[in-house]
């Protein structure tokens, strides 16, 4: 977590130089603000400013080394259960077209009907995901 530590706060430096010199090369150049730009990489600098504060904080709250961070440490060290995933399971690939329909149905602006037929779809593929563990060959 130090390193990441080092890492924001080198981005957040990076960032807040970048906007100094973009909105000063724009009041040269043009003779105004861009604001846009400016508070974007402002901003930026501001968010993993942020992060950094946090991660700071939350390594001195836990009171000690991260596994990751010693030196001596094997893979092995850490904690191997990261959750349970299915790499089988095809219902986050349908449910992710399902989604897609529904956006594209948005985006095409009066073909309002193809989100209308197309959200069933996305409500079966929740469910589908939800419950594949209840029913079938990989039920408990």
């Given at each position: ?19 100094v010199v ?80 529904v ?10 009907w ?27």
């Amino acid at each position: 977590m130090k390193s990441n530590i080092v890492i924001l706060w080198i981005l957040t430096a990076y960032f807040a130089v970048l906007g100094v010199v973009y909105t000063l090369w724009n009041l040269i150049e043009h003779g105004y603000v861009e604001w846009s730009g400016s508070a974007t990489i402002i901003g930026a600098a501001f968010l993993g400013g942020f992060i950094a504060v946090y991660l700071m904080l939350t390594q001195r709250k836990q009171g000690g080394v991260l596994i990751e961070d010693r030196e001596d440490s094997d893979i092995d060290d850490g904690d191997p259960e990261l959750g349970e995933f299915s790499p089988w399971s095809w219902w986050p690939f349908f449910l992710s077209l399902a989604i897609s329909l529904v956006v594209l149905g948005l985006c095409l602006g009066f073909n309002f009907w193809i989100s209308f037929l197309s959200l069933p779809l996305v409500i079966v593929g929740i469910v589908g995901w939800v419950y594949e563990y209840y029913r079938g060959h990989f039920a408990r």
